[in-house]
């Protein structure tokens, strides 16, 4: 599997640099209810802002004018917040009974599934259509062994989203190393303001932080030896990864009650400019306005750079962490379902994403509607990185992924220090071999 997917990281580098739910199941998957009558069911992801939800009414909106065209199909549409999404659907999939349609970052949560069984292969499908406006690269994601599962609608980076007027109250520059950013925390303290951000009760969030340390220190040698077996998530590059997040950490750069906040709460402080920063992905812009009090988030006064080297380490200021966003398509699945996805994947709708959801479109012709010079970063980013590492809790198989927010968290709340929590990640991996 490790060549495997050492390939499709390739590929999506190679691809950027030219461009209610579960009770009750399915409820009679694809079956004939009145008619031709068909009913199928899709998962997707909330940005928070409950009934002003610019990603819900989208997608309510892609349905209902899918179903003008299509009116014998019903789509029952269940937006979740990320978390409640992860454990609901790893909920349905251990009771043999996944949505139709629903949402996936691809890598290695998305083949475990597809080796248990759960999804529906859709690769010809992919070649005769998909691949036609989206690019394979991006497409290899959501591959495995020749064999398609699903599709992205965005593919981009994680990175440092900074409030440039509290940047400029404090008098500080964007920092390019990791001492630069201590001293740029210390100093937005001292300004009265809330230095970071961090939604840590939803452990995603907080892991970002201690990924991007470790590959900064032990660069994709590091992470390639770790996984190969030639050497091991307790090596030195991750325990120094934890050992520089609680450098960081002493210098009590979050808000009160991180350890609880979610990932709403985390992009309301930015949002409402009471933080001066938060490490998060492209999707970061929407998720602010969505939760900020006016609706209108940070507007021009938002920025992005990239997170900072460690003196010494491995790894490179280009090395980027990031993925995308997809669907898959879920086993005895309606071809309905199937061709409803590809209608969801036309320009019109991927190029309205960039807006609601803050993506970087994938299909071909919607980068013309990415505007902002946020956007065009993050996108130049990840086009330049020389190593692209997908979110290790979406990578790694997904036991491994949710003990590397495990001990993330449990570092940060001092109940393992970073050599245990190096520790923590290696014995399950090891399990899981």
Known sequence: MQKRLGVVFVLIISLLLVQGAFAGGQQEKGSDVQGDAVEFTWWTLTGGGGAEDPRINLREEIIADYIEEHPNVKIDHVPLENE???????????????PDLFHSWGGGVMIEYAEAGMLTEITERVKNDFSNRIGMGALGVYGYDGKYYGVPYDMGAVGMWYNKAIFNEAG???????????DVVQKIDDAGYIPIALGAGDRWPAHFWWVYLAMRMGGQEAFNAAYSGSGSFADEPFVAAGEKLLELKALDPFQEGYLGADQNQQAALMGNGKAAMELMGQWAPPTQEANSDDGE????????????????????????????????????????????????????YNQRMIKSDGIIPVVEGA?????????????????????????????????????????????????????????????SWEMEQ
Not at 172 to 182: A, D
Not at 320 to 328: A, E, K
Not at 399 to 411: H, S
């Open 84 to 98: 409640a999404f992860k454990q609901k659907v790893q909920v349905a999939i251990q009771a043999g009974d996944p």
């Open 172 to 182: 500080v520059e964007i920092p390019e190393t990791w001492p630069e950013l201590l």
């Open 297 to 348: 988030g940070l507007g021009d006064d938002l920025g992005w750079f990239s997170f900072p080297s460690v003196p010494g380490g491995a790894g490179s200021l280009d090395d980027v962490m990031g993925g995308g966003n997809g669907y898959v398509v879920g086993k005895d699945a309606p071809e309905e379902a199937i061709d409803f996805l590809s209608f969801v994947l036309q320009k019109e």
């Open 367 to 427: 980068e013309e509607a990415l505007k902002g010079e946020n956007m065009q970063k993050i996108a130049n980013t990840v086009a330049n990185a020389d190593y692209f590492q997908l979110y290790y809790d979406q990578f790694l198989p997904p036991a491994v992924g949710e003990t590397v927010k495990d001990a993330v968290v449990n570092l940060l709340a001092e109940q393992a220090s970073p050599a245990e929590a190096a520790q923590m990640i290696q014995d």
